[in-house]
């Protein structure tokens, strides 16, 4: 289990920027998957961003493709996202996701391949 808190959300005008943060506790990140996901109010959690154990491989959801980049720092035990051209659709909770698997090196995209959360960091674009 890893304990994941995220930061870096805040209120911003539309076409800024703005990055997450996602720091994980425990001595394996390196082992898990990441991936960051985001609830706008009154809709279900959607798939943002996800990024492999290693960071050789990325997916996005296409409303966020050449705007949004995942990172991470396995020496630092962080992911990021980096948001830039915010519309205010982007407005949400965002959550930062832990997948633990030893044996595969890629991306999950769904919620369910996920079991441990953050407790989500808020996103506002003013338009």
């Known amino acids: 289990q890893v304990q994941l808190v995220e930061s870096g959300g805040g209120l911003v005008q539309a076409g800024g920027s703005l990055r997450l943060s996602c720091a994980a506790s425990?001595?394996?990140?390196?082992?898990?998957?990441m991936g960051w996901f985001r609830q706008a109010q009154g809709k279900e959690r959607e798939f943002v961003a996800a990024i492999s154990k290693m960071g050789t491989s990325t997916d996005y959801v296409d409303s966020v493709k050449g705007r949004f980049t995942i990172s991470r720092d396995n020496a630092k035990n962080t992911v990021y996202l980096r948001m830039n051209s915010l519309k205010a659709d982007d407005t949400a909770v965002y959550y930062c996701?832990?997948?633990?698997?030893?044996?595969?090196?890629?991306?999950?995209?769904?919620?369910?391949?996920?079991?441990?959360w953050g407790q989500g960091t808020q996103v506002t674009v003013s338009s």
């Open positions: 996701a832990a997948a633990l698997n030893t044996r595969y090196s890629g991306v999950y995209t769904n919620a369910v391949s996920y079991t441990d």
């Open positions: 425990g001595r394996t990140f390196g082992s898990y998957a």
